[in-house]
T-cell receptor, first 112, second 110 residues
Framework: AAGVIQSPRHLIKEKRETATLKCYPI?????VYWYQQGPGQDPQFLIS???????DKGSIPDRFSAQQFSDYHSELNMSSLELGDSALYFC???????????FGPGTRLLVL | SQQGEEDPQALSIQEGENATMNCSYK?????LQWYRQNSGRGLVHLIL?????REKHSGRLRVTLDTSKKSSSLLITASRAADTASYFC??????????FGAGTRLTVKP
């Protein structure tokens, strides 16, 4: 079965640079979620989109923004990167009227 | 926000033994979900239990939910070395982000 696709899988950036992470949800899933997981920490919810509209907002820094496109894929844009942004970034998707969120393999971001 | 808190934080058992992990949450819920995460990998959905359910089984997994105590437990029977992972409980309304607890790190020794 098709799963959530995230790209890139690994990314190395310098401080103050920008990064864009992409997420392709499972086909026919209409909701996308972004999570951040620092080393040794639990996943923290950042933001979610349903039918291209923001549906929920968590602890997303103002330096980050995200959107969902007409084909339901989503992009997380991160600017003015800081060392503390080094983490695993997960995308998850769910389909209409279903609570279960299915996670992608994650993007490992390292900020030097 | 609703957040699950796992107990214990770490658990080490021998292969073949049962492992029990507990989770507590703070607010009313529609459902509670359990996820597994192998080190540095993605989260894998294990089981979802709805607020009107008290117990649910899936293979070697048994989940209970006590809404009066705002707690849930995950039992893994006849554990295997491949069960070594971190286990999280999480809650979220439909289309809302999930709030995870600290997780239980389970080690199953061969």
């Amino acid at each position: 079965a098709a799963g959530v696709i995230q790209s890139p899988r690994h990314l190395i950036k310098e401080k103050r640079e920008t990064a864009t992470l992409k997420c392709y949800p499972i086909p026919r899933h209409d909701t996308v979620y972004w999570y951040q997981q620092g080393p040794g920490q639990d996943p923290q919810f950042l933001i979610s989109f349903y039918e291209k509209m923001q549906s929920d907002k968590g602890s997303i820094p103002d330096r980050f923004s995200a959107q969902q496109f007409s084909d339901y894929h989503s992009e997380l844009n991160m600017s003015s990167l800081e060392l503390g942004d080094s983490a695993l970034y997960f995308c998850a998707s769910s389909r209409l009227e279903a609570e279960t969120q299915y996670f992608g393999p994650g993007t490992r971001l390292l900020v030097l | 926000s609703q957040q699950g808190e796992e107990d214990p934080q770490a658990l080490s058992i021998q292969e073949g033994e049962n492992a029990t992990m507990n989770c507590s949450y703070k607010t009313s819920i529609n459902n509670l979900q359990w996820y597994r995460q192998n080190s540095g990998r993605g989260l894998v959905h294990l089981i979802l239990i709805r607020s009107n359910e008290r117990e649910k089984h899936s293979g070697r997994l048994r989940v209970t939910l006590d809404t009066s105590k705002k707690s849930s437990s995950l039992l893994i029977t006849a554990s295997r070395a491949a069960d070594t992972a971190s286990y999280f409980c999480a809650t979220a309304p439909l289309r809302f982000g999930m709030r995870f607890g600290a997780g239980t790190r389970l080690t199953v020794k061969p």
